[in-house]
């Protein structure tokens, strides 16, 4: 799972534009600060396996819904 760099750097732009959101979406749901930053961990590690898949416009409604679904079955 080798990405350029400039797919790299995008990664690394979502992450600091959405790691707080994403957290506050996962702490809402399961009222666990703990479960919350793992939630977030992995739904992070999952939009970036998915990478090569996820539009540009839709990355932070992927995240999110991801981060949805990992509090759901936690």
């Known amino acids: ?30 009222r666990n600060p703990q479960a919350s930053e793992e939630i977030t961990q992995v739904a992070f590690f999952q939009l970036y396996t998915h990478l090569d898949r996820v539009r ?3 990355a932070r ?3 999110i819904r991801a981060t949805k679904n990992l509090a759901y079955n936690w």
Not at 7 to 12: D, R
Not at 24 to 29: I, N, R, S, T
């Open 61 to 63: 409604a992927y995240t």
């Open 56 to 58: 540009p416009e839709t």
């Open 1 to 30: 799972m080798k990405y350029k760099p400039q797919e790299q750097k995008y990664f690394e732009k979502l992450y600091l534009d959405l790691k707080d959101d994403i957290y506050k979406v996962a702490l809402y749901f399961t």
